[in-house]
């Protein structure tokens, strides 16, 4: 078995609104290997950038709050570290790209400054060669006319250069561990393309363990080994990238797999899934898919089902007909 790197458990938020408080994230139990590419898929809403923003002990508070659970990384509760031993984990132990580079980068400073700076606090580097590894991150993401972009603005440079300058001050400080946050999500289409490529690239030049935050299946299914997936907060299925897309064992996954439009099916009508996503701060209980899914059982809004192993592969679904058959 591989070595695990980082490892939710029993994770709970509370997030209060002017309609009242509710658990909006209620994670069981999550695990990412040494070197692995995991994903984390579902819609918008569903709790992924949440994650991200516990691991990284980001939550706003007020409005929200980690009610218990732990977050270990390499053995180390993050959740109980003081606030400077935190901060000096975010960017050399725990990096972070995320998805609206224009919103995440300082408009009255140029992209190298900001990148320096990051070096020089995490490393204790002299200024020239900050600059000079900034120079250098910047060549590896295949930024053009790196010298020249050192000096600019943000407001200078298209969004598919922004992106860049955020993996390289991502990758600015070796951390063993990249959460990509939609890394490709505000960008077109074409340049999302390069910027998947990119993060591949890198993948397997630095070896650096990667968890991909996104809603579209394409992406995850082209950068990742494992993925899970996230309903209204709840993890719903983990697996192997090929076992989930191939078998999967939960009707959520079915659904979003059955909305994938097939190029030349053009008589083929998309499935849809009736109803809309529960209210966060109050959804139904038990499984928090029950009130949409066709396959409901009265236990389903009891209690939300223990994990089930499916087959070999350390594939898990928490769903009281999974292995039942009904995805062949």
Not at 13 to 21: C, K, N, P
Not at 199 to 226: D, F, H, P, W
Not at 234 to 260: F, K, M, N, S, W
Request: aromatic letters at 6%; a neutral charge; hydrophobic letters at 40%.
């Amino acid at each position: 078995m591989p070595q695990t790197l980082l490892e939710i458990r029993d994770l709970q938020v509370e997030y209060t609104t002017y309609e009242g408080s509710g658990i909006t994230l209620d994670l069981g139990h999550l695990e990412v290997y040494e070197g692995e590419s995991f994903g984390l898929v579902g819609a918008s809403g569903s709790g992924k950038s949440l994650t991200a923003l516990a691991v990284l002990n980001l939550i706003p508070d007020p409005p929200g709050k980690i009610k218990r659970g732990e977050i270990l990384f390499r053995g180390t509760d993050l959740l109980k570290l003081p606030a400077k031993a935190m901060a000096k984990v975010r960017g050399a132990e725990v990096a972070t790209i995320f998805q609206d580079p224009m919103s995440s980068l300082n408009p009255v400073f140029t992209v190298g400054e900001q990148v320096t700076r990051v070096i020089r606090h995490h490393q204790g580097l002299r200024r020239a060669e900050a600059e000079a590894r900034a120079l250098d991150l910047f060549r590896l993401v295949r930024l053009s006319d790196p010298e020249r972009v050192l000096g600019k603005y943000p407001h200078e440079l298209s969004g598919g250069m922004r992106q860049r300058v955020m993996i390289a001050m991502a990758l600015s400080c070796e951390a063993p561990l990249l959460i990509a946050d939609e890394a490709t999500r505000a960008l077109d289409v074409t340049i999302q393309a390069g910027i998947v490529e990119l993060l591949v690239e890198l993948k397997e030049k630095t070896g650096v363990t990667v968890i991909y935050i996104a809603s579209n299946l394409g992406v995850v299914a082209q950068l990742c080994t494992r993925m899970g997936l996230l309903y209204s907060g709840q993890l719903v299925e983990v697996g192997p990238t090929e076992a989930v897309l191939a078998g999967p064992g939960h009707p959520y996954t079915r659904a979003l797999i059955d909305a994938i439009p097939e190029i030349g099916e053009r008589s083929r009508l998309l499935k849809v899934t009736e109803g809309f996503p529960p209210n966060p701060v109050n959804p139904p209980p038990g499984c928090r898919f029950n009130p949409r899914c066709s396959l409901a059982v009265p236990e389903c809004s009891a209690k939300r089902p223990d994990p089930v192993e499916l087959g070999s592969g350390h594939h898990r679904v928490w769903c009281y007909k999974a292995g039942a058959g009904w995805s062949d």
